[in-house]
């Protein structure tokens, strides 16, 4: 096919079979049980859009838009469709997505399939509450139209549910009318964490849009200063879409990790001065570098070296935040590891429709460090340990190593996926996670299941 099938991590790479997706659903009715997993752009950072010994369901072959009305702002796309392409579309009309994540690359079945958040989520929760429905097929009894008003139980399964539950083929989304593309955002620095939490409530209030990047190498534990971002889409009318070229590329995986804690620190006070210099002053920019300032750099995953690397996120109760997030800041450092993107994020009350969706009331904190091996993972441990400690939870979404038991304590309730997911369908993940839990005499239904896919995987 010509792409790339690894997760963006990169810590386990190699070739893996994959199938176009138009002929992965002709033969559906008749696949192997846990033989399939669908594959949208691969902008996750772990093994959850792996299936080695399987094969991958490619959809980026399924790229149609399908209808939009410029009224409403309802449209509708095969899940193939990448959200630039949907921005492009739409943005003439003055439409813009809901909710993004922190890169235009990701496909409208991968939104749904990880319910992707983004720095909104205080005013419109995640991408499944804009799904007004989506087409799934499964092998077991074919396509059905999941309305997202009536939320059964198996819509509220598949958003989120990391495409276990059947092949997501089209989603119909509503958008958000906005006034610009560009967006006012506004430069607030804190001297330490303490001063963030203080701004953090009343920022979210204010704006459309919030977010905290931490100095993660300076400071320890509460003295972490950073600044916070906050915006509004601007009133300029300015509805141009631009191109998405990158201005940067890292052409070849570097031989070595080149987000040391010396590089970072030089980073970390040029990337601090550039705010700075903007603190207290309300500026118009172009919403591709507020939302998707990596987008420019082509590969910017290569940076971490030949191993890749691991990114951990985290959402702690309002009631622990203050307490667990300048934990987890010491253990990194004393740790020894720098955490290139350390940001900081606060979740609203809106509830999401996916029964396994990350997001719940708190703060969120997301972590990234190059993959040195066993000193990287004794530290992952700490921080789930933190974490579940702290009355929180760990994304599924970004990780690539957290034990079954740490899955089970951030989303008890597994097993109705597992009950829900498509026969045919399994992950790397939910091997590693969800079927090696013990699931006791409490289901004959969830075990037996467990034990088909099981056998089907070895």
Excluded at 244 to 270: C, E, G, K, T
Aim: aromatic content about 8%; glycine content about 12%.
């Amino acid at each position: 096919m010509g792409y790339s099938h690894d997760s963006f991590g990169r810590v386990r790479r190699g070739r893996r079979v994959a199938l176009d997706a138009r002929a992965a659903l002709a033969g559906l009715a008749s696949a192997g049980q846990g033989s399939l997993l669908p594959f949208g752009n691969g902008r996750s950072y772990g093994d959850s859009c792996h299936l080695d010994g399987g094969s991958l369901v490619d959809f980026r072959g399924m790229k149609r838009i399908l209808a939009f009305d410029p009224e409403t702002g309802v449209l509708e796309a095969e899940a193939g469709v990448m959200l630039h392409a949907v921005i492009d579309a739409v943005a003439r009309y003055g439409w813009f997505l809901p909710v993004t994540p922190g890169t235009q690359h990701v496909t409208l079945g991968g939104a749904v399939a990880n319910d992707v958040h983004g720095k909104n989520h205080h005013r419109r929760g995640t991408f499944g509450n804009h799904v007004i429905g989506l087409e799934l097929v499964r092998s077991d009894v074919g396509a059905k139209w999941l309305d997202g008003r009536e939320r059964g139980a198996l819509f509220r399964a598949t958003v989120g549910g990391m495409g276990l539950t059947g092949l997501i083929t089209r989603v119909r989304l509503r958008l958000m009318k906005v006034s610009s593309l560009d967006v006012a955002e506004t430069v607030t620095p804190f001297r330490n964490l303490v001063g963030y939490f203080d701004l953090a409530e009343a920022a979210d209030e204010d704006n459309e849009y919030s977010v905290a990047w931490l100095d993660q190498l300076g400071g320890r534990g509460s003295d972490t200063h950073g600044v916070l971002l906050t915006a509004n889409h601007a009133g300029n009318g300015r509805f141009l879409s631009g191109k998405h070229d990158v201005r940067l590329s890292v052409p070849f995986d570097l031989p070595f990790n080149a987000l040391n804690p010396a590089s970072l620190r030089i980073f970390n006070a040029v990337f601090h001065r550039a705010k700075l210099r903007k603190a207290g002053k309300t500026t118009i920019s172009g919403y591709q570098g507020f939302f998707y300032p990596l987008d420019a750099i082509g590969n910017w995953n290569r940076l971490y070296g030949p191993k890749g690397l691991f990114q951990h996120q985290s959402v702690l109760p309002f009631e622990t935040a203050r307490r667990a997030v300048p934990a987890l800041l010491e253990a990194s450092r004393n740790a020894g590891e720098a955490s290139f993107l350390t940001v900081l994020k606060r979740f609203g009350s809106m509830p999401s429709p996916g029964l396994m969706s990350f997001p719940t009331p708190g703060y969120t904190l997301t972590l990234d460090f190059p993959n040195r091996g066993e000193r990287t993972l004794r530290l992952l441990d700490e921080l789930d340990r933190i974490t579940i400690a702290s009355g929180g939870r760990v994304n599924p979404y970004k990780d690539a190593r957290m034990s079954a038991a740490t899955f089970a304590a951030s989303f008890p309730h597994w097993r109705q996926l597992e009950r829900l997911r498509d026969p045919a369908i399994l992950s790397d993940f939910w091997k590693r996670t969800a079927l090696a839990l013990d699931c006791g005499g409490n289901d004959d239904a969830i075990e037996g299941e467990s034990r088909r896919a099981k056998a089907a995987a070895n």
